[in-house]
């Protein structure tokens, strides 16, 4: 049966690309009767600032996007990843999997310490896609839900759960775990499944309302870049009057908008809002001016947003009941997490 995974980090406010990209595609994984785990990484929020003054605040505000946006914490698991220490006891394990060419091959590490010498970079920064391996196969998940600029550190996790069971094969038949697998024509008796990123959609890398070339991201300075989660709705009004488009009307057909990335862009955000495909946008705005297709976008994305922005706020202002939500959710997932760590101790030959 399918296991679904995935993680947000509570570092800066969430934008419509961590909800289009990930939150959104959670809840319908969890609608599909999916059994899901949702986690807030808070040990990845260390590896490119260790001190975070307003940790607790940015844990149970991603812990109530979760909770706003639909998902269901009897139903899905939800947690913090610090509650649960099989996670970084398996990314050590996985840090001696994995080679440091791996790692330092990976676009966001070299985007995040470009210009930077290696004295002002953690090691937990480079190492930052072992823990997110761990993070998945802890629980042995086989569906990742995650926005594109996720894809690259996926395919690494398939790595390494391939070379653990490479590695580990007789050992892994030794102690009675795992299935026969094909890697290739080679067949290998595997403890960890291969994950599949769910990566799909209309909208899979939402970008920059400033410039439709660059992410949508927390850390660009530009607050008119990104809608946050919590702007109201005059906020996200404003923002897409002034988001940057071109001269020309919207085209008739999706392949009208190539070399239109800002179109492009506004096009997607609507059909991922309406859970509808980009041509069916175009069918109904096709050959209008963005002077028409803008307000209908602000009517739409206040429609979506507002209400989770709402229930966000109502839930931090007390917040017992997302404490008592991450609490639960921990011990389910440690229980989960605890099975697996004592066969992958048992692989390896821990004494124990
Ligand atoms: N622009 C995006 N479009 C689609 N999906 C996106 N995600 C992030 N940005 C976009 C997805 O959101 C999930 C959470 O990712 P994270 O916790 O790793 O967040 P992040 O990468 O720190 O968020 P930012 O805004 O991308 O941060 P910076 O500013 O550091 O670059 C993931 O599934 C991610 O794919």
């Not at 995974?5 to 419509?16: A, C, E, K, V």
């Not at 975070?52 to 996007?65: C, E, G, K, N, W």
């Not at 800002?262 to 991922?272: D, P, R, T």
């Not at 997490?337 to 124990?352: H, L």
């Amino acid at each position: 049966k399918p296991l679904v995974f995935s993680g947000i980090q509570p570092t800066g406010n969430l934008h419509l690309g961590n909800y289009l990209g990930a939150i959104r595609k959670f809840v319908a994984l969890q609608a599909e009767n999916n059994d899901c785990i949702y986690c807030v990484v808070d040990l990845h929020a260390l590896t490119a600032q260790l001190v975070h003054d307003d940790m607790p605040t940015q844990i149970r505000s991603i812990t109530a996007a979760f909770l706003a946006s639909g998902i269901d914490p009897v139903k899905s698991i939800v947690f913090n990843q610090s509650a649960v220490p099989q996670h970084a006891e398996l990314a050590w394990i996985f840090n001696c999997v994995a080679r440091i060419g791996w790692m330092e091959r990976m676009t966001q590490f070299k985007d995040k310490t470009g210009g930077k010498n290696a004295e002002q970079v953690s090691l937990g920064l480079l190492a930052y896609p072992s823990l997110m391996a761990a993070d998945i196969l802890v629980y042995r998940a086989t569906h990742v839900p995650v926005g594109e600029d996720q894809k690259q550190h996926l395919e690494l996790a398939r790595d390494i759960a391939q070379k653990f069971n490479i590695d580990f094969g007789a050992h892994i038949r030794k102690a009675g775990l795992g299935t026969d697998v094909l890697v290739g024509d080679e067949p290998v008796h595997a403890y960890f499944p291969m994950v599949e990123p769910l990566i799909g959609g209309p909208a899979p890398r939402v970008m920059s309302l400033k410039d439709g070339t660059k992410k949508m991201s927390k850390s660009d300075p530009s607050d008119l870049s990104r809608i946050n989660l919590t702007d109201d709705a005059d906020a996200i009004a404003r923002k897409i009057r002034k988001a940057k488009t071109d001269p020309d009307a919207l085209p008739l057909e999706v392949a009208g908008l190539a070399g239109r990335p800002e179109a492009g862009n506004l096009v997607g955000i609507y059909a991922a809002l309406s859970d509808t495909t980009r041509e069916k946008v175009l069918e109904q705005f096709g050959g209008q001016q963005f002077s028409a297709f803008k307000p209908a976008l602000v009517d739409l994305a206040v429609s979506v947003l507002s209400p989770i922005g709402e229930e966000m706020r109502r839930l931090l202002d007390a917040p017992d009941h997302i404490d008592a939500v991450l609490r639960d959710g921990g011990a389910r997932a440690r229980e989960i997490a605890e099975k697996t760590m004592q066969d992958v101790r048992d692989i390896i030959g821990f004494v124990r």
